[in-house]
């Protein structure tokens, strides 16, 4: 084997372990954030809520989230995302683990203590899109952004049924201990084995030498497309993973277990979709289309085949089929990974982290006001058409407003 060869494995290996870790870190955030979603029941009936109650306490840990999006992504382009992450995983497993602590405390203790999880889990996104601007080369960055964020996924498929053994059998404080266990242990791990500094060369200036141009940023039609599309992405991802078992169980009048397995089907889709769409785009770049038509080909691929599965829900006649929906919403949604998520490289290398940030504030907003505003479209319709049709509407105006406005040109140096 030749040293050059020797030497391009040894930076592969060394930009995929990153990789992996940023996927385990959202991976860790997500089953941190989940996993009050089934000991709540337990919860609820032992420290006497009612469901306003419930509702005010799961609702809290957005409040946290979107306070520092933007923050977070200012703090990982000024100190780099290595520092920023591995203390955000200890912050938010801290509090994972004081969560049950702070729940026989008092509610008001239990809702600061989910408000603070929050604020580390801001961090997670655009420290790890400053990780792989720092350590994968510009050709394999859509790959390792569909990756990481896959996370999402299996977080979420893992969370559920785990939490739901560990609740029964050994009481609900117990998650929380495990699972932020886990999150020390990461960040052990990754302390020693990912160090300072950077894998590929910076584009343009030294980062000591600059300042974000925050009005710049602001002022550029592409970075509102990102914005927007992140927007009507995450509208319909928390509608699915806050309604789907309800849909299911009312309308094909299945169990609460079986709802929560066949809830699961949509995730996992996404999951392998995902890295599959990432691949897909990096090689179409490398065989010469340009960054433009792919993001957009993927984005609309995402955000327009999503809606149109969108509109097929309500009409679906068997349980299989109505499932078999909800998988190719998720799987087509997940395409956006490879389309508005790395964009930012696209438009602003030096800045994407700062630009996820940005975006992220507006996608945080569905998981407050969108799943809301379900519940209460079912309530006064009886149904879930609305609701579905609201959502594919979203997806629409995301999808249009990425094809006129959107860019994969080099736009900020």
């Known amino acids: ?16 372990g990153v990789v992996v870790l940023c996927f385990l870190a959202v991976f860790i955030s997500y089953i941190d954030r989940t996993n009050i979603s089934v000991a709540a029941l337990a919860m609820q009936a032992e ?32 100190f780099g ?10 912050w938010w497993s801290l509090f994972t683990m004081l969560t049950p602590l702070a729940a026989t405390l008092s509610l008001t203790a239990l809702i600061a203590a989910r408000i603070a999880l929050g604020l580390g889990e801001a961090a997670v996104f ?27 996924s299996m977080g979420t498929v893992f969370a559920l049924p785990v939490t739901g053994w560990l609740v029964r059998d050994y009481g609900w404080p117990v998650p929380f201990y495990a699972f932020g266990l886990v999150g020390f242990v990461w960040a052990a791990w990754w302390f020693a084995r990912v160090p300072e500094g950077r894998g590929t060369p910076e584009e343009g200036a030294p980062g000591d030498a600059r300042a974000i141009p925050w009005g710049r940023l602001l002022r550029t039609p592409a970075v509102w497309a990102i914005i927007v599309a992140h927007f009507a992405n995450n509208w319909s991802l928390y509608v699915l993973l806050a309604w789907m078992p309800s849909y299911l169980k009312s309308t094909f009048a299945v169990s609460v277990a079986d709802a929560g397995v066949l809830s699961a ?26 960054a433009t038509f792919t993001r957009k080909l993927m984005q609309a691929t995402g955000l327009f085949g999503a809606a149109s599965f969108l509109l097929l829900v309500p009409f679906a006649p068997t349980l299989p089929v109505a499932v078999a929906l909800m998988c190719g919403v998720s799987g087509l949604l997940a395409c956006t990974l ?60 995301g999808g249009i407003t990425y094809q006129l406005i959107g860019s994969g040109e080099r736009l900020i140096d």
């Open 1 to 16: 084997m030749s040293a050059s060869l020797a030497q391009s494995r040894a930076t592969q290996r060394r930009w995929l």
């Open 47 to 78: 420290l006497g809520w009612d469901e306003a109650t419930k509702g005010v306490v799961l609702s809290s840990f957005f409040v946290g989230y979107i306070v520092l999006q933007v923050a977070s992504g200012g703090l990982a382009n000024r």
């Open 81 to 90: 995302g290595r520092r920023l992450l591995g203390l955000a995983v200890i």
């Open 126 to 152: 655009p420290a790890s899109i400053n990780m792989v601007g720092r350590w994968v080369p510009a050709e394999h960055r859509s790959r390792a952004v569909a990756a990481f964020s896959s996370g999402i």
């Open 265 to 290: 089907l949509p995730p996992l889709t996404a999951f392998f979709v995902a890295n599959t769409a990432g691949a897909v785009a990096d090689r179409m770049m490398r065989r010469g289309r340009s």
């Open 338 to 397: 490879a389309g508005f998520a790395p964009n930012g490289f696209d438009i602003a290398p030096r800045y994407a982290d700062v630009i996820w940030g940005m975006s992220n504030t507006a996608a945080t907003i569905p998981g407050i006001v969108g799943v809301a505003i379900t519940g209460w479209l079912v309530q006064q319709t009886g149904g879930y058409t609305a609701p579905f049709v609201l959502t594919a509407g979203v997806a629409m105006v």
